[in-house]
């Protein structure tokens, strides 16, 4: 079971917002399936101490009694003296490299992770959610997603089996020059760092330090597109954040479908994601997506079939 995680943490109020949002732009069967979630209250449940509330407009995690104050509807200023160029697709992952990842997000999912451990991370994605306006289930999604809450080995070390990435949230330091890391390490300028957290490295900005990288990952995500709302931005967010092939459609409905099931029920540690809810978001974001993506690899491999016997003619 679970260690317990601070007292005074409230269970979170039931946020159907988001997924009404699937109603706008989904096929009628993702439709049904969310109406049929909506019926049953769907979601797993985990036997654990409650977590903190989310309002309707999901503000940050806190280890207090009272949820904090709604993010201000005004421009959060960047903490770059530039403005933040526009950002870049990340290449599409070789065939390896995806096989290895869908691997990875599934032992991630099922990775059994110490409450108290995860807890140590709300002041954390309050913060960055306050600084950015990024949902914190967002972050706290591909937080799972990418290291399960930093429990991987090679959280705070090295780089990742691709050799590309490192950190709790998996940025890229290799694709440079000008990394994804190098352009958004300074992100962290927006908040106060809290005075104690899991990982605090002792240098700054690093990578594998915990709040230097979930606040660059909430600038990241703002930049993408992703706001307070778990709809389709936030999913074309994630899509940017893994990048553009068949492998980061998943990633993306996979976060979502993760980040929505939290805020319909509670904030779940260890529950596994709701196969439910997500073929309602894989039906209504990533469906159409995805048929792209294939329309395109079909077409190259035309192209590249076609060069192949222009070639053997000469």
């Known amino acids: 079971m679970p260690s317990s995680v601070p007292p005074g943490l409230s269970a979170p109020a039931r946020d159907r917002g988001p997924l009404w949002l699937l109603l706008g732009g989904g096929s009628t069967a993702a439709v ?64 390896v490299r995806v096989s290895l990842d869908e691997r990875r997000f599934a032992a991630n999912d099922r990775e059994h992770v110490r409450a108290g451990w995860v807890a140590a991370f709300y002041p954390i994605y309050e913060r ?27 959280t705070y070390r090295g780089l990742n089996f691709a050799r590309c990435c490192a950190g709790p949230m998996q940025f890229n330091v290799t694709n440079g020059p000008v990394s994804t890391w190098e352009r958004y390490r300074h992100a962290h300028r927006a908040a106060a760092r809290p005075a104690s957290y899991n990982h605090r490295t002792a240098e700054h900005p690093s990578p594998y330090d915990d709040f230097d990288a979930i606040m660059a990952a909430a600038a990241l995500l703002r930049d993408s597109g992703a706001g307070a709302q778990l709809d389709a931005s936030a999913w074309r967010a994630a899509y940017d954040y893994y990048g553009h092939d068949l492998t980061g459609v998943d990633y993306a409905s996979q976060v979502l479908a993760r980040a929505i099931s939290w805020g319909r029920s509670r904030f779940c540690v260890n529950c596994e994601l709701d196969g439910g809810v997500l073929a309602a978001v894989d039906g209504s974001w990533g469906a159409p997506v995805r048929a792209e993506v294939q329309a395109a690899e079909e077409a190259a491999a035309k192209q590249r079939a076609k060069r192949a016997r222009t070639a053997s003619v000469r």
């Open 128 to 154: 960055a959610s306050k600084a950015y306006g990024v949902n914190w289930l967002l972050l706290a999604s591909i937080h799972k997603q990418e290291t399960a809450f930093s429990t991987h080995p090679t």
């Open 32 to 95: 049904l399936v969310v109406l049929a979630l909506l019926a049953t209250g769907g979601g797993a449940t985990e036997d654990a101490p409650a977590r903190p509330a989310t309002p309707p407009v999901a503000a940050a995690p806190a280890a207090a009694a009272q949820p904090p104050a709604q993010p201000s509807p005004a421009p959060v200023p960047s903490p770059q003296a530039s403005p933040v160029a526009a950002v870049r697709a990340a290449p599409a992952p070789t065939a």
